[in-house]
């Protein structure tokens, strides 16, 4: 889910592509996302295509 990059990608249930967020769009510590912990998040529309905003753990 998360990169030392400042990264990561979202698996949601039922879809077949994951969603990219950026450490910015992260309310709260990045780096206390790990892999496998259910988050809440914004769908945001960029020209790079959809991603995931206002991260927060579930």
Do not use: P, W
Request: proline fraction near 0%; aromatic fraction near 10%.
């Amino acid at each position: 889910m998360i990169s030392d990059k400042g990264y990561g990608f979202i698996t949601q249930e039922g879809e077949e592509k994951d969603l990219f967020f950026h450490r910015t769009g992260v309310q709260g510590e990045f780096d206390d996302l790990n892999e496998g912990d259910e988050v809440e998040f914004d769908l945001e529309e960029t020209d790079r295509g959809t991603q995931a905003n206002n991260v927060n753990k579930a």
